[in-house]
């Protein structure tokens, strides 16, 4: 199915940076000269609009740190009821652990993408070796 360039979308960016403010990403969107809808939330900001006005304001926005800021497609729009805390009572939203969960992982993602681009090799991640039960054992004959 091609993408209908007036559809209209919503996408969460998400900052995982030191450099960038969420302030500054916010300041990019609301410069846009688009009719795009803007909501910020403790994670970083939702815009919908237009795929094609959303989709640049997007470009635009990653552009101050390609590594550092994250987008997803949200598949509802800001203070649809379906996902609305005022519509539902209050509470937490749901997928809201998640997300929280998924922010706290992009300074390590975004330093891991630095580093790719520089070609720096991966680090090895060192496995624990399991320990023997004879050796167990030996620990445990030790300290009675």
Known sequence: MPDNEDDVITKLVVLGSDSVLPID??????ESKTGIVIKET???TMVTGSRADVNQV??????????HIFVKERGFPPGDDRRCRAS??????PGFY????EAGMLPIIGKAL???EKGLPAKE???????????LKDIIESTS
């Open 42 to 44: 403790c994670f970083g």
């Open 114 to 116: 630095d580093n790719y």
């Open 25 to 30: 990403a916010a300041l990019k969107i609301y």
């Open 98 to 101: 998640f997300m929280q969960e």
């Open 88 to 93: 539902r009572g209050g509470g937490t939203r």
């Open 58 to 67: 997007v470009k635009e926005v990653v552009a101050l740190d390609k590594n």
């Open 125 to 135: 991640v060192e496995r624990k070796k399991r320990m023997k039960v004879s050796q």
